[in-house]
């Protein structure tokens, strides 16, 4: 497949994404792999070398796409025993999450109406139910990454983001609310590694002001306000994967 140069343009004019490395595809692949074959948590794959078989791929790819998915917790790697498709701890380690694919628009789009669904209610509820001490919190994380997101500091913002988002949860005061915003953002964090790898999403000032914004709702115990301001938020989030999605889409027509 051709390489997409970064900056090329669209039928429509919008941007392209630049070329994705080798391994991240493969990852991609591997994923529906796992779930065309139905493996579930538990189950062993193939060995590197027969990996790189089954997807028509060299095995240094493969291994990096394996190293990929293993600091993703997707698969794990036991040293003499072979690849495993990875245990979850977590609450939503349903049947039907085992084979979630960060990069498939329609499950992506399922976790961020999910997403958006719970925390619109944790921020209804921080609102009503925060203390003084977790509003601080709140407000402090929203200022740092909106400072980090003027400042295009992708790292301290993607810490101040995840504090920002914890706290509001923690602040809902339901414990199971809580531990449902913490398992959709680990997902959510597998998307942005397989279609941004390591880029923004989006305009990280404009999360940034966003984030104020439902800080200072929370601040002053509006709930509906609270709960409106983080559903257009989490939108935002939306229309970004929705473009990033068909570009990568569009690149692949264009290969």
């Excluded at 090329?8 to 919008?14: K, P, S």
């Excluded at 940034?208 to 002053?220: D, L, M, P, S």
């Excluded at 115990?221 to 989490?234: K, N, P, Y």
Aim: without cysteine; negative net charge; charged residues 20%.
């Amino acid at each position: 497949m051709a390489a997409v140069a970064a900056g090329a343009a669209d039928e429509a004019g919008e941007t392209v994404a630049p070329y994705r490395p080798g391994y991240e595809l493969v990852a991609e692949q591997l994923l529906q792999y796992i779930a065309a074959e139905g493996l579930r948590p538990g189950d062993r794959l193939p060995t590197e070398q027969g990996l790189a078989e089954i997807l028509g791929v060299t095995r240094n790819v493969t291994r990096e796409a394996v190293k990929v998915l293993s600091a993703l917790g997707r698969v794990s790697v036991r040293r003499g025993a072979g690849i495993f498709v990875a245990e979850s701890n977590g609450v939503l380690a349903d049947a039907e999450l085992a084979n979630f694919q960060p990069t498939d628009m329609e499950q992506v789009l399922m976790l961020i109406d999910y997403r958006q669904f719970t925390e619109a209610e944790t921020a209804r509820r921080a609102a009503t139910s925060a203390t003084p001490v977790q509003v601080r919190a709140i407000r402090d994380s929203a200022k740092t990454s909106l400072d980090a997101g003027i400042a295009d500091d992708i790292d301290t913002f993607g810490a101040a983001d995840a504090a920002f988002h914890t706290a509001i949860a923690a602040a809902a005061g339901n414990v199971f609310l809580q531990a449902s915003v913490a398992n959709t953002r680990k997902f959510a964090a597998q998307s942005d590694v397989l279609l941004f790898h390591g880029d923004a999403a989006g305009s990280l000032s404009d999360a940034g002001a966003q984030h104020v914004e439902i800080a200072e709702a929370i601040a002053a115990g509006d709930s509906e306000l609270a709960a409106t301001l983080m559903v257009a938020h989490i939108d935002t989030t939306r229309a970004q994967f929705e473009h990033r999605i068909r570009t990568r889409l569009f690149s692949r027509l264009t290969d």
